[in-house]
């Protein structure tokens, strides 16, 4: 059993998953005391090549970055951290900044600009796609070095829009 503990838009979720099956496709999982059965069609897959799960029996579709600091799913983008409640350590920031489109769409508005400071979370693009707005936001605290895209600009996705350092 792994006891994670996952932070999904500021709110933190205690997750115990446990394998049940050979393969590790899928997993009997307890979210803050609730039971529920997660399978991973592709459990090899990297966050980034995860395109769906099942989650007690109902398919969701999921896109997340390569670090899994983000995922969007049905009701939008969302930040993402996850912590191995077992490590000692903190797993230190991964990623280089870069913040990609998850979605090919429309860049409806920039939010900022080269050299602002920004925080984790922090809007940093506004995506229009699917007929949702999708705030794009900064992956960790830093200072915008680049800004690649304009308003009204049609992206594809996992265009570079904006570099964060």
């Given at each position: 059993m792994s006891t994670l503990l996952v932070t999904i838009?500021?709110?933190?979720?205690?997750?115990?998953?446990?394998?049940?099956?050979?393969?590790?496709?899928?997993?009997?999982?307890?979210?803050?005391?609730?039971?529920?059965?997660?399978?991973?069609?592709?459990?090899?897959?990297?966050?980034?090549?995860?395109?769906?799960?099942?989650?007690?029996?109902?398919?969701?579709?999921?896109?997340?970055?390569?670090?899994?600091?983000?995922?969007?799913?049905?009701?939008?983008?969302?930040?993402v951290e996850i912590q191995d409640s077992n490590q000692r350590v903190a797993r230190p920031r991964s990623g280089d900044g870069r913040v990609k489109a998850p979605i090919p769409g429309l860049i409806a508005r920039v939010l900022v600009e080269p050299g602002a400071a920004v925080q984790a979370g922090q809007a940093l693009v506004i995506l229009e796609a699917m007929k949702m707005e999708n705030e794009i936001r900064a992956p960790f605290d830093g200072v915008v070095g680049s800004v690649s895209v304009t308003g009204g600009q049609s992206v594809v996705r996992n265009q570079v829009l904006v570099e964060v350092h």
């Open positions: 838009d500021d709110h933190t979720y205690t997750v115990e998953l446990t394998p049940t099956s050979r393969g590790g496709e899928t997993f009997d999982a307890i979210v803050d005391g609730h039971a529920l059965t997660l399978s991973l069609p592709r459990p090899t897959a990297t966050a980034a090549e995860m395109e769906w799960m099942i989650i007690d029996g109902r398919p969701y579709e999921i896109v997340a970055d390569a670090n899994l600091q983000w995922l969007h799913a049905y009701d939008g983008l969302h930040t």
